[in-house]
């Protein structure tokens, strides 16, 4: 028997279908001078005005049998919570500006420790590294900030111009919390930064991409063309790595040489995350049916799922722990 917790973010944004197509997606960032002649970094405005918010919700889940978990907490939050890591001693809930800490245990309805800093902009996945920092992907300054328990930076990983262009050339002062990058004007947009042995992982909306930084920090980029992908992570058993080719609703298990081991598709329009969870079974957070599915993508058998239409209008990013 294997108690889990699972944590899931959701946003109180509906899926704008006309905007999440391949076709939509692929022109947007077609044009070749969209970086050239970038308007002032000073005259971007703020992006986290209250627009939608985002919540998280904790599951207990017994994955020796087939009932689906049980929800053991609905955590509010009045600002955009993207993505949540519980560790043994804390629920780290990671917004798009800011990171809050909590106990693991304990009361939420007050705010927790926050951590943030200049480029804490755009914030997507938090996970901890092999050190035992805090890896946070920031689609907004197209990198990946490492924060140690005590909120101080410690590491800024910024994605490639040699790859991806350029758009600013940003000095760690610039304060991105205030003067938003948006999208359109982003390298990559990148949405995932997961720590592996081989070093650091990372998804790239824009490019569809998936890419390394290696121990001593050189970057390889692996593969591209899955335009849309979210959270890329490595898993026992797989010489490789998995990713949400989101658009098409496919999960995707590729080799270190970008070749494709496997494919396995659920009916979504917008996979928003997908998260191996032992065996051959994954979960999946089917954004746009606002709900998650438990899939054994060998016997081809659906589990369970969830509806999570009581806590949002989309289902975002998964996180699991023993």
């Not at 805090?134 to 994605?159: H, N, Y």
């Not at 790239?204 to 063309?225: K, N």
């Not at 032992?278 to 899939?295: H, K, P, Q």
């Amino acid at each position: 028997m294997s108690r889990r917790l699972i944590t899931l973010s959701h946003s109180t944004r509906p899926v704008e279908f006309e905007r999440i197509t391949l076709n939509f997606l692929t022109k947007r960032y077609a044009k070749p001078d969209r970086l050239l002649h970038p308007p002032p970094l000073a005259s971007l405005s703020d992006e986290y005005l209250p627009h939608y918010i985002g919540n998280v919700t904790l599951w207990d889940w017994d994955d020796a049998n087939a009932a689906a978990p049980e929800l053991r907490e609905h955590v509010v939050r009045d600002y955009k919570a993207q993505h949540a890591l519980a560790t043994d001693r804390h629920l780290v809930i990671c917004g798009t500006a800011f990171l809050e800490i909590y106990p693991r245990a304990g009361d939420r309805t007050a705010p927790g420790r926050k951590v943030s800093h200049p480029w804490f902009s755009g914030g997507h996945t938090v996970f901890q590294d092999a050190r035992g920092l805090l890896a946070i992907s920031c689609s907004a300054p197209d990198a990946v900030l490492f924060f140690d328990w005590q909120g101080k930076l410690v590491e800024t990983l910024r994605m490639p111009e040699s790859l991806y262009g350029s758009n600013y050339p940003l000095q760690p002062t610039d304060d991105l919390r205030r003067n938003y990058i948006h999208n359109d004007l982003q390298l990559t947009h990148i949405n995932c930064a997961f720590p592996c042995p081989q070093g650091l992982l990372c998804s790239t909306l824009i490019q569809g991409a998936i890419g390394l930084f290696r121990p001593d920090r050189s970057y390889t980029e692996i593969t591209r063309g899955f335009v849309g992908c979210h959270g890329v992570r490595t898993r026992p058993g797989l010489d490789g790595f998995y990713f949400s080719d989101t658009v098409n609703g496919n999960l995707v298990e590729m080799s270190w040489d970008g070749r494709i081991l496997r494919r396995f598709s659920v009916d979504s329009r917008w996979l928003h995350d997908v998260e191996h969870v032992g065996g051959d079974c994954y979960l999946f957070s089917l954004s746009d049916r606002n709900r998650v599915e438990l899939w054994d993508t060998v016997t081809l058998t659906k589990q369970w799922e969830i509806d999570c239409s009581p806590f949002g209008s989309t289902c975002q990013f998964f996180n699991t722990t023993s």
